[in-house]
């Protein structure tokens, strides 16, 4: 399918208006789908840049769909570093009459990306778009591990339509269901009621209270490396650090804290797409918040630019193996260490009931802190939480 007919492409008056003085900054040296221009080759791409123009689904934040090209103007002036990535901007996906119509037209651009193995880098619009992109990978027979930047859980209240504050739940009850594990980083107690977040124990989802990540943003590394999708609600950012959100708090993560976490997701050579959501310009104060995300971007690009193949396989020879006997636990306990990224899995590949199903989820990314609680008779919460899963 050609998906130009899904795609806008970038005017030459914006790209003008976009102060691109040096040959080095991103907005000169990556390929742009721009008027009267043909459609770029995929072939050999990367990354790809996506705006989603839609806020009929939000949730009371009316002018988020203005986001993809304020953050461009800020993304397009930063400095490309990357000689050896092919990326490109392909535009906006254009607005349907009906919301139904951008979902699927987002949903075929995506599908059409990762087949030819591109990252795409998704620009809302509203948060609800995540359930588009998550109905990708219906067909492609794998379970996927979603994981949320989200100051709230948005799975609504029983019965509310599909919107930025209710998508998770219509995730979560699709079917067929192939979500496999959904990661909540950097919610707000305030903000959810203590039955949702019970919910999401029963559930045996992985949710993780902001106080108990910020002292430390480094635990948020193994939550990211396990991801296939990342949904980033921009509302998860504290307002002097993002001031352009509708919803926006005093309290939240910190544009470094930000920086920090898409380093890493780009780092995932698991992670197949991420999307910034829910960023409001007319609510920005001197592009404070689009040059957050666009800085954002840029190490999430950074990070991309240097994964390695550290994915545990049965073939991969490149780790440490490490078996610790509990006293009161029958399995052992089996840990993996890359030889050459340092970087700490949990193997769980014994307790698999279907090989094939389960095969891309056998390996649970932790850290080096959870071996050393193993090794002092103490069970890591998510060997047990992931056990039960593959039971």
């Known amino acids: 399918m050609e998906i130009n007919v899904f795609l806008n492409n970038i005017k030459q008056e914006f790209i003008d208006s976009c102060n691109l003085y040096h040959q080095r900054q991103i907005g000169n040296s990556i390929t742009i789908y721009k008027e009267s221009e043909e459609f770029p080759d995929l072939d050999d791409c990367h990354l790809a840049i996506i705006g989603v123009e839609e806020e009929r689904n939000s949730f009371d934040n009316e002018g988020c769909k203005d986001a993809p090209n304020a953050i461009r103007k800020s993304l397009y002036q930063l400095f490309n570093h990357w000689n050896d990535l092919k990326i490109i901007d392909l535009g906006n996906i254009k607005t349907g009459f009906e919301v139904e119509d951008t979902y699927f037209a987002l949903n075929k651009v995506v599908t059409t990306l990762m087949k030819y193995r591109i990252v795409p880098i998704i620009l809302g619009g509203s948060q609800d778009l995540t359930y588009p992109i998550y109905q990708v990978y219906e067909n492609t027979g794998k379970l996927v591990n979603i994981t949320s930047i989200d100051s709230r859980f948005d799975i609504g209240q029983d019965n509310e339509k599909l919107n930025s504050n209710s998508y998770m739940s219509y995730i979560i009850l699709h079917q067929p269901n192939f979500l496999f594990n959904y990661t909540n980083i950097g919610y707000q107690s305030y903000y959810i009621d203590n039955q949702n977040i019970e919910l999401m124990k029963d559930l045996l989802f992985d949710v993780h209270r902001i106080g108990n990540i910020k002292s430390n943003i480094e635990i948020t590394e193994p939550l990211l490396r396990n991801a296939d999708i990342i949904s980033i609600d921009t509302s998860a950012f504290c307002a002097a650090d993002a001031p352009g959100v509708k919803h926006n708090s005093p309290n ?127 069970l890591p919460d998510k060997w047990w939480q992931f056990y039960q899963k593959l039971m």
Not at 257 to 283: H, Q, V
Not at 322 to 331: A, E
Not at 353 to 366: F, Q, T
Request: charged share 30%.
């Open 252 to 378: 939240g993560f910190s544009s470094e804290d930000g920086c920090k976490m898409t380093r890493y997701a780009g780092l995932n050579a698991k992670l197949t797409s991420i999307g910034f959501f829910e960023y409001n310009p007319k609510y920005d104060i001197n592009n404070v918040t689009a040059n957050t995300l666009s800085q954002m971007i840029w190490y999430f690009i950074e990070g991309f630019s240097l994964r390695i193949n550290d994915f545990p396989s049965h073939e991969n020879k490149d780790f440490k193996r490490y078996i610790v006997k509990m006293d009161d636990v029958d399995d052992e306990i089996i840990f993996l260490c890359h030889k050459v990224s340092g970087k700490w899995w949990m193997d769980l590949s014994f307790k698999s009931k279907n090989r094939e199903k389960y095969e891309r989820h056998h390996y649970i990314p932790c850290s080096r802190k959870d071996y050393e609680l193993t090794m002092e008779n103490e």
